[in-house]
């Protein structure tokens, strides 16, 4: 097999993972790789680590950019990438030394437009490295080749959120292996607007673009527990996110007719105001919490979503919180 494989690692103040990161893809048992290490104008000394790396090994290309954030900077990689596939690896995580030549194994036999595959935990407090990542039952994924027909049937009536409000089954953009072409065809990038949960919007719409996949059981990806990165903090601008995300949901999928979108949009919009709310955690001074729960049971947008809890197939411990938010009962919901 000598198809050309195009390894993207968006770059941002990792100095201390980099090497560990770089260091299992050169040590990849396929051997055509394009690995794009991609520095994300990270003040550290990354910029330099990569330039070393690309001395030491001819398959390394390093782009330079002004900071743009996580979709910017693995657009920026993909409009480099020349190889006939593409996997992401995020700097702060590692792979399997097989992982590339196996997945490239899979799509060409398959003939498959992506390969989605699983992870484990790596450093989790609490978790013993090496454990498989599990999720919720209802984003369980069955193996084995999808056809256009089993795609529509199995994962289109969740491929936004599912109906008890967890991400689509499909997520992670590192837990899949893509057909570049199928990529380019469908002209699928990542919108740089959306900082956060921005693999959700993408692997929605590679989900719906695509005429086949096949889901691989296979544990090739190390999940890292990094507690400085961008999913242990608060983030101020979440919920004008979560809110600009959803447009894009709209944008993106308000005209199918092939599946019951409008339900799954209503229940997007319950989710992304339960996940931007459960930030308020990270806020330490109590009466700015309260001002920031506030603001959100308050907006216009939360009153319209919550108009939808009927939609939301969830436990009664949730549909309580859903109608704590929707009569905005802050006090109370502080107290949970």
């Given at each position: 097999?000598?198809?050309?494989?195009?390894?993207?690692?968006?770059?941002?103040?990792?100095?201390?993972?980099?090497?560990?990161?770089?260091?299992?893809?050169?040590?990849?048992?396929?051997?055509?790789?394009?690995?794009?290490?991609?520095?994300?104008?990270?003040?550290?000394?990354?910029?330099?680590?990569?330039?070393?790396?690309?001395?030491?090994?001819?398959?390394?290309?390093?782009?330079?950019?002004?900071?743009?954030?996580?979709?910017?900077?693995?657009?920026?990689?993909?409009?480099?990438?020349?190889?006939?596939?593409?996997?992401?690896?995020?700097?702060?995580?590692?792979?399997?030394?097989?992982?590339?030549?196996?997945?490239?194994?899979?799509?060409?036999?398959?003939?498959?437009?992506?390969?989605?595959?699983?992870?484990?935990?790596?450093?989790r407090p609490g978790i013993p490295d090496g454990t498989p990542c599990t999720y919720e039952k209802s984003r369980e994924l069955g193996l084995g080749y999808y056809d256009s027909d089993r795609i529509k049937k199995e994962i289109y009536p969740?491929?936004?959120?599912?109906?008890?409000?967890?991400?689509?089954?499909?997520?992670?953009?590192?837990?899949?292996?893509?057909s570049m072409a199928f990529l380019n065809k469908n002209g699928i990038r990542f919108d740089k607007e959306i900082k956060y949960s921005e693999d959700s919007l993408f692997s929605a719409r590679v989900t719906c673009a695509a005429k086949s996949?096949?889901?691989?059981?296979?544990?090739?990806?190390?999940?890292?527990?990094?507690?400085?990165?961008?999913?242990?903090?608060?983030?101020?601008?979440?919920?004008?996110?979560?809110?600009?995300?959803?447009?894009?949901?709209?944008?993106?999928?308000?005209?199918?007719?092939?599946?019951?979108?409008?339900?799954?949009?209503?229940?997007?919009?319950?989710?992304?105001?339960?996940?931007?709310?459960?930030?308020?955690?990270?806020?330490?001074?109590?009466?700015?919490?309260?001002?920031?729960?506030?603001?959100?049971?308050?907006?216009?947008?939360?009153?319209?979503?919550?108009?939808?809890?009927?939609?939301?197939?969830?436990?009664?411990?949730?549909?309580?919180?859903?109608?704590?938010?929707?009569?905005?009962?802050?006090?109370?919901?502080?107290?949970?």
């Open positions: 097999m000598d198809a050309k494989v195009s390894v993207v690692v968006p770059i941002y103040k990792v100095e201390k993972y980099l090497d560990r990161c770089v260091q299992s893809l050169f040590n990849q048992t396929y051997e055509n790789l394009e690995i794009i290490l991609v520095d994300d104008g990270s003040p550290d000394n990354c910029p330099a680590m990569c330039d070393e790396y690309a001395k030491a090994d001819s398959r390394v290309t390093v782009v330079h950019k002004p900071n743009g954030g996580l979709p910017d900077a693995r657009n920026a990689g993909m409009d480099v990438a020349t190889g006939d596939y593409l996997l992401f690896v995020d700097s702060d995580d590692w792979i399997e030394p097989q992982t590339v030549a196996e997945l490239a194994q899979i799509i060409e036999e398959q003939n498959v437009d992506f390969v989605t595959f699983k992870a484990v935990w790596d450093g969740r491929v936004l959120v599912t109906p008890d409000l967890y991400y689509g089954p499909i997520l992670a953009a590192w837990s899949s292996f893509y996949l096949y889901a691989h059981n296979g544990c090739y990806y190390h999940y890292c527990f990094n507690g400085d990165s961008i999913s242990q903090s608060f983030h101020a601008d979440l919920w004008d996110v979560e809110k600009l995300r959803q447009s894009f949901f709209v944008k993106y999928f308000g005209n199918r007719t092939d599946f019951n979108i409008d339900v799954q949009l209503k229940r997007m919009a319950i989710f992304s105001v339960l996940c931007s709310i459960s930030e308020w955690h990270y806020i330490k001074d109590k009466s700015e919490q309260r001002k920031y729960i506030n603001s959100i049971f308050n907006d216009p947008f939360t009153i319209n979503a919550m108009k939808n809890i009927k939609y939301a197939q969830v436990p009664i411990k949730k549909r309580i919180l859903l109608y704590m938010i929707k009569f905005k009962m802050t006090t109370l919901y502080m107290k949970l």
